[in-house]
Nanobody, 126 residues
Framework: QMPLVESGGDSVQTGGSLRLSCIVSESTNIGDCMGWFRQAPGKEREGVASINKEGETSYADSVKGRFTISRDTTKNILYLQMNSLKTEDTGTYYC????????????????????WGQGTQVTVAS
């Protein structure tokens, strides 16, 4: 069983919205925090949003006010609601789990996460 499985990626126009989902298998150690990351062609993977066990969140400056990360602990699903999408939001989006961190802000860094999903593609066209 895959530890993390993302879905919800699609092609949309600028200003549109998408909601990504990440199903977390019961055997996955989520650690202190989970996060959403994205990678555009030719660019490094970057942290988009993170959430810890207490529900505290942290966001990259580029998505603040537009993206919302949340968790449904009863269904073991991590979400990323993306509004007012821009062309620069285009990329493959990954969810990650299993990082040990005292501060949710550190969970925007990719190193330290033990589990990754396979990614879902988001394309925003002008």
């Amino acid at each position: 069983q895959m530890p993390l499985v993302e879905s919800g990626g699609d092609s949309v126009q600028t200003g549109g919205s998408l909601r990504l989902s990440c199903i977390v298998s019961e055997s996955t150690n989520i650690g202190d925090c989970m996060g959403w990351f994205r990678q555009a062609p030719g660019k490094e993977r970057e942290g988009v949003a993170s959430i810890n066990k207490e529900g505290e969140t942290s966001y990259a400056d580029s998505v603040k006010g537009r993206f919302t990360i949340s968790r449904d602990t009863t269904k073991n699903i991590l979400y990323l609601q993306m509004n007012s999408l821009k062309t620069e939001d285009t990329g493959t989006y990954y969810c990650a789990a299993g990082k040990a961190s005292y501060w949710v802000g550190y969970c925007l860094a990719a190193h330290g996460f033990k589990s990754w999903g396979q990614g879902t593609q988001v394309t925003v066209a002008s």
